[in-house]
């Protein structure tokens, strides 16, 4: 990231707050600094499947943005990415209502980034872990 590092966290702070998707999927940004974030995730009833369990689908939503933010922060506002695969791994069930998403990049390259995340309960319980790739690009346009 550019040296106006602080400026272009502020402004992904802002854009993940203002994005409908974030609001939607219930999503709360808890903490961002340069390849590093922390989502916050309140289940409710909806989130539920048939046997009354958390959706994977709803974690795999939590891992996705969790891993594409911290990416985001890593690679600056002048470039952007999309996911090209995520791997989740649902290694325990939860004890607890919310979900923490921490993610972190372990590589941003020119053209292929690597982040992973981890997703916990409030009690600690690892929930699962994700690992994602995606492919960064520069912006175009604006």
Known sequence: MSDDG???LDALRERVRASEFQRWAGLELVSLSEGRTEFALRTVPE???LE???H???LSILADTA???AMHSAIGPDRTHVTLQLDLH???RPSSDRILGAGRVLRSGRRIGFAEAELTDEEGTLVATARATFLLMDRRGG
Do not use: D, K, Q, S
Request: glycine share 34%.
């Open 52 to 54: 009354g369990g958390l």
């Open 56 to 58: 994977g689908g709803v």
């Open 90 to 92: 649902f290694i325990g």
């Open 47 to 49: 989130h539920r499947n």
């Open 67 to 69: 891993t594409g933010i």
């Open 6 to 8: 602080t400026e272009a």
